[in-house]
């Protein structure tokens, strides 16, 4: 009986030794021919290098991505990727910026960083310089040369997995770009898609499509094309909380400022042409508590130094507004808190002793007293005719005064200095003035009732 009972064993532990041959074959593999694969990505990132700094608690950045990848232990290969709106705007500034974002992703590992509507505002020539500079491949298969047709940027790109070909398409909604950058035009989705999908399917074994698109239109794509494996975006308001899917594809979303990063783990599996089996998903919010990378922050504290040296278009005194009225022109200038003063003598101490009067300084104290991103809210009148330029240094027209919320004081002090009644009267403030810096996070969360008292003046 014994030794029957060791001869079941044996048989036993022999199919189990037999097993874990065929199906474990090494670090991150599943089964022969098939491994596990890890997908990060991120979008909207905006220009969130590092958090402003401006209060505590402030999540994201680029400087907690690098620290929360560096510390992952991902199973098998690992790919990143970025659907677009890395950059902030279309000013100078914002380029500039830019440049050391790319850089940011080329030290994460990045595979490819797609176009969002931002990005397609650039000017033709200006996007092509900047992914000639890139470190990391800026992909679209929308943006095209106006009068040509032919594509500005490279449509896509293949990466090798451990012997998997992997192709990466990059598109933007025509719906996502306001305006498209000078010389440029943006093809619909469908059309890009058309232009290299072909081409790109014949070359791989498994394609993910990166797209700057709403959930409807992302949803489409997937109707549309069984190839994609995988779509990552986009244009929406808030991440997925898990995977979507529609006809062959899998769907996943993130935004929010480099504030949160999405994960994906999957086996690659399949003969000739592979798919995304058994995946698991997850959705990381970048917390405060997560360490800032310092090789990061000081691409931050580079850009700071960069941007301090180089003469911008926002310094010109004759800059135009890019947010005012066509045809409107101001009347009135801005004339600084001082002279509010003789006048106004109560809300002039109210203002003296609250932060506002000191909201410069905490510029200066971080090294962005340079930094249009950080000045608007930090000055007064910042980017309007007569409003605070960067030459003027400290020198005038610093802190949030009493003109950030009223607005050019010199018509209405004039009109009283000559005995004249005011032509106009300020009009009344409440909570949706202040939102235009007290918003998110910058006040975690504002609250009018509670901010209020402290700042309280006038009738």
């Not at 890890?38 to 590092?50: K, N, V």
Request: aromatic share 6%.
């Amino acid at each position: 009986m014994k030794t029957v009972l060791r001869a079941i064993v044996v048989l036993l532990l022999a199919a189990a030794l037999t097993l874990a041959v065929i199906y474990y074959t090494g670090p991150g593999k599943t089964q022969a021919g098939s491994e596990r694969l890890t997908i990060h990505f991120t979008c909207d990132a905006s220009g969130r290098l590092e958090p402003c700094g401006c209060f505590t608690g402030q999540h994201g950045g680029l400087t907690r991505l690098k620290t929360w990848l560096g510390e992952r232990k991902d199973p098998g290969p690992v790919l990143k990727l970025d659907a677009g709106g890395a950059i902030a705007g279309v000013a100078d500034h914002d380029i500039i910026q830019y440049r050391y974002m790319t850089r940011a992703y080329a030290t994460m590992g990045f595979a490819a960083l797609n176009m969002g509507g931002r990005e397609a505002m650039i000017p033709a020539t200006h996007l092509t310089a900047l992914a000639k500079s890139s470190p990391v491949p800026l992909l679209s298969a929308s943006l095209v040369d106006a009068e040509s047709r032919k594509g500005v940027l490279d449509p896509y790109r293949v990466v090798d997995i451990h012997g998997t070909r992997v192709g990466i398409l990059g598109v933007v909604s025509p719906k996502s770009v306001p305006t498209p950058g000078e010389g440029m035009a943006v093809l619909g989705l469908n059309e890009a898609v058309d232009r290299h999908l072909p081409e790109l399917a014949a070359k791989t074994d498994l394609v993910i499509l990166l797209a700057f698109a709403d959930e409807n239109e992302m949803r489409r794509l997937a109707k549309d094309y069984y190839e994609f494996a995988l779509i990552i975006g986009g244009d929406v308001s808030g991440p997925t909380q898990e995977i979507l899917r529609e006809n062959e594809s899998m769907i996943l979303f993130t935004t929010n400022q480099a504030r949160t990063v999405g994960t994906l783990v999957a086996t690659l599996s399949g003969g000739k042409k592979k798919r995304l089996t058994d995946p698991t998903y997850d959705i990381q919010l970048l917390w405060d508590t997560i360490p800032q990378h310092e090789d990061l922050l000081g691409m931050a504290r580079d850009y700071r130094a960069e941007i301090r040296k180089t003469p911008l278009a926002i310094d010109d005194p004759n800059a135009k507004d890019p947010n005012a009225i066509p045809g409107v022109s101001m009347e009135a200038s801005y004339v600084g808190s001082a002279a509010c003063k003789s006048c106004h003598a109560g809300a002039h101490e109210v203002w003296e002793k609250s932060g506002h009067a000191h909201a410069f300084e905490t510029l200066v104290k971080t090294g962005s007293d340079a930094d249009p991103h950080c000045i608007s809210c930090h000055t007064v009148g910042f980017g309007k005719p007569s409003g605070y330029r960067r030459p003027m240094g400290s020198a005038s027209l610093v802190d949030v005064g009493c003109e950030s919320c009223h607005g050019p004081a010199s018509e209405h002090i004039a009109r009283y200095v000559d005995g004249k009644p005011s032509s106009f009267k300020f009009r009344p403030l409440g909570p949706g003035d202040c939102k235009s810096c007290h918003y998110g996070e910058f006040s975690r969360p504002f609250e009018w009732d509670k901010f209020w008292p402290g700042i309280e003046h006038g009738k």
